[in-house]
């Protein structure tokens, strides 16, 4: 008997992978929404967890190459650029996990023409005129800002065009679920392109500096955002039968500018405290600051995945009216986030004085500052995507007012604690204003949609 059962446990145990394999194949094939969002989020997950490798071995090294004063100026204007360039497209470019689920799932084939072509013109032109506002600002400014920092503005100006239209595609690709094309070109190839030319200039001796990064960055994205304009077109005509086109901008507009008034104070809540240190500190405390908060990254992405999964499921099972699928995908969503965050955050937090120091001397001083910063975000993650929920779901007007009081918070005290505190100050603003952001997010979900989107859920009784 007892030989029966070893023989019976050890083939059990032998028959193990190919049970796994057998699984993880369903799993691939199975096309219900729930399996589609969890590949989805997961290719998502993988492609900024590599990027995210690319990235931060590009930023150690310019650190190293440029000195803290070079890569301070550098990593100031770009901060620029994520500010303006996510906002360029008044709202356009994220309303498209909006109304491209509309359009399909009415049938609306003219809608959706007019708005695949349409909306990438318009963020287009959108990203123009910023650029040219953030050129004629510098110009009309030059007395105040600082000599330095001139050109490296003026080439941000050249790469907001380009940045905006590279949203709106990616709107456009995520809501198809073609996760690769959305992500791969911005998040894998240009990064590996500007290490490629930044690597070649410090090999032959070349300018090492704030104005050579900056065009690096503007040339790599230009090329890849055009290649990736192409594929995409040659997607479209196959996923898209071909026909007449409606514009129906005003439409667009009237959707996407509440969208576009929370993906502002979002936007500008992320990186305000990048943007007053400069009012108050040099570009080397800046470019510690920045290496404490790059350090996070990998945090940053599982948000970011899940998002990008699950946005237009949203709004599909709500033009639906199926709340009860509604209300268990936000439940995964919220699960899927707070999770992985708080296992990267802790590994973080373990490894984050040597990971600094590979940025060169003077680098760790920005250690403290990862312990403040992981607090903030594994809070956040407690909601999962709350705001993208509410955005997805008609109540824009209420995630920007949410997103305005916690950069209201956030300014107040950078304002108060970045002259007493310097870099710490700023940490503890926006920690603090994340926290009171993730307590609005939940209770206006609870109160507007009466879904709970929150990692622990109270028990069903009965």
Known sequence: MASNETDHRGSS?????????ARLMAWRNDDSDRSVA???AGAAFLIRVASAGIVFVTQILLARWMGRYEFGIYVAVWAWV???????????AYSAQRFI???????????????????????????????GLLAGGVWLLAGRVPADHVVPFLIAALILPVFTLGSAQDGIARSFDWIDLALVPVYILQPVLILAVMGGLYASGGPMDAVAALATACAAMWLVTLVQAAVMNRRLRRAVPSGPRRYEIGVWLRTALPIFLADSFFLILF??????????????????????SKTLSLVHFVSFAVGAAVAHRFSAYHVAGEREKLESFIGDAVRWTFWPTLAFGAVLVALGKPILMLFGPGFDAGYPLIWIIVTGLVARSAVGPAERLLNMTGQQPLCAAVYAAALV????????????????GAAWATATAVMVESVLLFTVVKWRLGLHAFVWRPRRRG
């Open 13 to 21: 145990v032998a028959r193990l992978p190919a049970r796994l394999v």
């Open 38 to 40: 969890q590949r989805s």
């Open 82 to 92: 994520s500010v303006l360039g996510p906002i360029g497209p008044l709202g356009i």
């Open 101 to 131: 689920p509309q359009y399909r799932m009415r049938e609306d084939g003219a809608g959706l023409r007019g708005f695949l072509r349409g909306s990438r013109w318009l963020c287009l032109a959108f990203g123009t005129v910023i650029g």
């Open 271 to 292: 990186y305000v405290d990048m943007l007053m240190l400069q009012l108050y500190v040099g570009p080397q405390e800046i470019a510690v600051y920045y290496a404490a």
């Open 409 to 424: 918070v956030n300014v107040t005290l950078c304002v108060i604690l970045i002259p007493r505190l310097g870099i710490l």
